[in-house]
């Protein structure tokens, strides 16, 4: 199976190049992937020899590039995106850009060339802030970020295309997910990094704020799953196998790192900060998949990856463009 991954130079669709290749030892992967500042070729450094990949630097709203990847391509794993909600209230415009109008020009193309099956990787932020219960795929889009707008726009635009085209097409919605290679703006990368340097890491708000993590391999195996035996035009929710609030994480993090309280630094909330993600993941589980990973083991090994891993991370936090995020991101917030 020939697939063409979009994004695949990002935290998710990196893991999930590694994890197909190795899973499938006659499959084949197409990258298209812009390189933006969360794009990093050093996150599939060692597929450097494998004939089986390659890396087509372009962008995914560039209608003849997209093109000329999508022939011959069996199938489409749609992976990228502007993907940082406080990046996408300092500034939403490259959100609409990338994440609605770079969908489309994918979608146009996966039309043309009768691709037989396009996944398209979304999120549990679609559905805003639930107070109780969980999200099923039946619920409302209640979006209230503009990044899960972008995204909610994307899905509604994926659904249209499935009934007005035929198109055999897939969603998944993820919640928080975490692991190696996740770019450090992230809050559990950032947090790790930060604690490893003795950096204060900024909580927002109350720090109450509930979410349901991911290990990352585990949602590889999810998206594989929803590619060969999810059913066209149906949604696939995927959670983790633990949730909880931003105080409990961090405690967590700090108490494994062994640093101090004094390093958590309470700074004023994001606006419009949803409360609580919660999934149903029902029907995944139907398809035969569930959260395979234990917690309290991937979070130790994901420390012990950032631990032993400063070679990549140090240079992205030392890269100009990350510093003047991360002033324009905190300042005047602690
Ligand atoms: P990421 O920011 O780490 O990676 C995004 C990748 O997309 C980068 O390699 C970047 O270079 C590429 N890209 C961005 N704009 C592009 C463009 N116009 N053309 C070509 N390539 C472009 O993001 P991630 O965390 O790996 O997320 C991947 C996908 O999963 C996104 O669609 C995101 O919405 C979704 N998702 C993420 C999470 C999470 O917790 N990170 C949870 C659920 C869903
Ligand atoms: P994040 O990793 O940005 O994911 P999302 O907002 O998409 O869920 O943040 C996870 C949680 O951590 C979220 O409730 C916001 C909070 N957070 C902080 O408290 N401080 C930070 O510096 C960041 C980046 C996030």
Redesign the pocket.
């Known amino acids: 199976m020939k697939i063409l991954v ?8 990196s893991n999930f190049i590694r994890y197909f290749l190795r899973r499938y030892p006659r499959g084949a992967v197409v990258n ?5 500042y ?3 070729p050093a996150n599939l450094r060692d597929l450097a020899e494998e004939r089986r990949y390659r890396w087509v630097k ?4 560039d209608a003849d590039a997209v093109d000329k990847c999508m022939r011959g391509t069996d199938a489409v794993v ?7 909600v406080d990046r996408s209230i300092l500034d939403a415009a490259p959100f609409l ?3 609605v109008i ?1 969908t489309q020009v994918l979608l146009d193309a996966a039309l043309r060339h009768e691709v037989g099956r396009f996944v398209h ?5 679609v559905y805003g802030s639930v107070a109780k219960g969980h999200s099923t795929e039946k619920d409302p889009l209640l979006p209230n970020s503009p ?1 899960a707008a972008s ?1 909610a726009a994307s899905d509604l635009l994926v659904r249209s295309y499935i009934v007005t085209h035929k198109l055999p097409a897939v969603v998944t ?6 692991g190696p290679y ?2 450090p703006e ?1 809050a559990m990368p950032l947090l790790i990094t930060n604690l490893l340097d003795d950096i204060p890491f900024p909580l927002y708000g109350d720090g109450l704020n509930v979410r349901d993590w ?1 290990y990352v391999l585990d949602h590889a195996r999810a998206i594989d799953v929803v590619l060969r035996h999810g059913q066209v035009g149906e949604i696939y929710n995927v959670g983790g196998s633990f949730s909880c609030n931003n105080r409990e994480l961090v405690r967590r993090i700090r108490t494994l790192m062994g640093k101090p309280e004094s390093l958590i630094k309470r700074v004023p909330d994001r606006p419009g900060h949803d409360r609580r993600y919660a999934l149903d993941c029902s029907k995944l589980r139907r398809l035969g998949w569930r959260p395979e990973t234990d917690f309290r083991r991937a979070l130790a090994d994901t420390i012990g990856w950032y631990r032993t891993h400063e070679s990549w991370w140090r240079p992205l936090k030392r890269k100009l463009g990350f510093k003047t995020y991360y002033k324009k991101q905190y300042a005047g917030r602690s």
């Open positions: 979009t994004g695949g130079l990002g935290f998710i669709g298209l992937d812009k390189q933006t969360s794009g990093n372009a962008d995914i709203a749609h992976f990228a995106a502007e993907s940082h850009q990338t994440n770079g990787v979304s999120t549990d932020e990044y995204k919605r993820a919640s928080n997910n975490f996740q770019y992230k991911l």
